[in-house]
């Protein structure tokens, strides 16, 4: 029987992955060097199994020393001017407005901190429509670990296997697995161009899932 639905943040509830490799790849053609999606990938969604810093990978590719705090400075404010310009990704509101009347629990369990979550999900509305939001700040090791997720079912005070985890990237569905919990997986523009464990369904939009259909094969 399925009692809670827990959401990933960057990527599926909203698009903020997108702008952020967009801009990055920008900075990176002006210095005439390109960032691969396999290697930023290995951050996308968590970051806990490596440590990769953009700079530090440009200066390697160019072999000089770059004005690091200016051009993380451009990237932050760049990207965040277009991740303020994005609405909730399709079938967010809908799963939202469906589940609760089912008696559904609702959780986020992000690998950004608090401070980066809970401020997106204020300006889009959506921070009370959540019981609880289990970011970075609250455990040791982010996704691929499986600790995010397993923080959300203690806190939601739900079994592994009455729940369901919606994830965008690679990272995530691996931290899924490694919690026990069934994964849904629904790439956007950038991590659909990772490849992903076996072990998850795919879906190209939230506004796929049928929620019906959910809750009849967890019965």
Not at 52 to 81: K, M, N
Not at 89 to 94: A, C, F, H, K, S
Request: charged share 25%; glycine share 6%; with cysteine.
């Amino acid at each position: 029987m399925l009692e809670a639905l827990i959401f990933d943040f960057d990527g599926l509830i909203l698009d903020t992955e997108t702008p952020e490799f967009d801009v990055l790849n920008e900075i990176y053609a002006e210095y005439d060097v390109e960032l691969s999606i396999e290697k930023w990938g290995q951050i996308i969604g968590g970051g806990g199994a490596v440590d990769f810093d953009p700079v530090s990978d440009l200066e390697h590719l160019l072999g000089v020393s770059i004005p690091r705090q200016t051009v993380l400075d451009r990237w932050r404010t760049e990207a965040d001017a277009r991740i303020a310009a994005n609405p909730v990704l399709p079938g967010v509101l809908d799963l939202l407005d469906n589940a609760q009347p089912c008696g559904l629990k609702l959780a986020v369990a992000s690998s950004s901190p608090h401070s980066w979550v809970d401020t997106h999900l204020m300006r889009l509305g959506l921070l009370d429509r959540f019981e609880h939001i289990v970011c970075a700040d609250d455990v040791m090791h982010t996704k691929p670990s499986p600790d995010l997720f397993l923080l959300a079912l203690s806190k939601l005070n739900v079994r592994a296997d009455r729940a369901v985890i919606f994830e965008d990237s690679p990272n995530g569905v691996k931290a899924a697995n490694a919690a026990g919990v069934p994964v849904v997986a629904v790439p956007n523009s950038v991590t659909s161009q990772l490849k992903f464990p076996k072990e998850c369904l795919h879906l190209k939009s939230l506004a796929e899932l049928s929620l019906e259909r959910l809750l009849k094969r967890a019965a």
